[in-house]
């Protein structure tokens, strides 16, 4: 059995007060992976901020599977404990979903004044999302477009109703309340807006690569224009790992992070090849999507770059193969770039190691300013 630790903040920090520095205005912005919890707040004043709190929480193996929370006792215990332990005050959340509890869809309608479509969207969003409206959470925005054209694009979000009140109720039950629920993709967007400051036409790929999700959002300047799941994340390279040299999950995760877990007999240059191989199934999966993109978008679109979060963005030589494969720079994401981090509290080298896992939680908890 996995331990649970919580991959604590620097002793020091952990006895921190909120009330030393002001009380944080916004949400907490709790990210309920499949793999891990991963908790961050954010101070906002004036358009700058400060990182208050960051904090994360391994979940047993088989807690959330397909996207369906199937031991909401654990993950409400795993909220709770990393709340105190790390004396997070903050009692509103915004979280997010993703993968099969979220349909995106960009839809191509005629120009109309907001309150008309206010009226329409129900009816448009029946004719492109697979299920019963009434079973859906529907947000919509308009996407900037052509002043001239008749015609506009919209893109449609749905959330599964029973996924919203499934998150929301462990988080109740967890003594929180839920005032955002938010997609992966658009809280990992929101993230970047803050920190990267894009220019208007700069377009670039943002991918959070998860445990069992990698979603892939095609963003230009600060506007999702693109965005895909697929289904297939960390846990790939652990399953194969498994398979490969007959571990356990525990072991397979030891060896996917460079390390030789006890009694293994694979050198590091086998786990290597291994890995490689995913990275490859993975990076394919990403070009088809690149691909279809470019087949929609209008000629010339280029895309100078991606950015990679999710604690499968870790996996070693994912970054480089990334960017030789697809001939543009490819970062790994940083949450923290343009916030304010008290050096005396926060350890410069943790933040480095967790910055792409700690994304998508500080991109909601930055949800908080608009
Ligand atoms: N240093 C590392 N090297 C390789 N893999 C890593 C490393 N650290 C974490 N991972 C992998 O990252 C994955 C967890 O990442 P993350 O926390 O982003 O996923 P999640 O949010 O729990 O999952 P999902 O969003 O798919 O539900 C796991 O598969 C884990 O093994
Ligand atoms: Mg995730």
Redo the contacts with the bound molecule.
Sequence with gaps: MISLPSFNLPKSFSSFSLSAIGKSKGVVGL????????IAEVKSNKGHYELVNIA?ID?LPDT?VD?QIIDGNHVSDCISRVFTEQKIQGQQIATSL??NAVIVKKINLPVMGLEELRDQINWEAQQHIPFDIQDVNLDYHVLEGDAESEMMDVLLVACKKDMVSQLTQVIAQAGKTTSIVDV?SFALQNAYEINYVPGANQTVVLL????????INIVRGAASIFTRDVSM???Q??DTLQKKFNLTFEDA?IL???NIPEGCSASIDDAFQVLQGVTEILAGEIQRTLDFFHQQSPEGEKIVGMLV????????NLVPYLSERFGIYVEPFDPFRNLNVNNDKFDGEYLR?YA??MA?AVGLALRSDG
């Design positions: 990210d309920i992976g499949s793999s891990r919890i991963k994360q979940l959330i996207g993703s993968g992966d959070n690569i998860g445990a069992s999700v990698t979603n994340g960390g846990n390279y652990t995760e996917k992070r460079g979060a999710g604690g499968g963005s870790k996996v070693a190691e792409p896992d998508v």
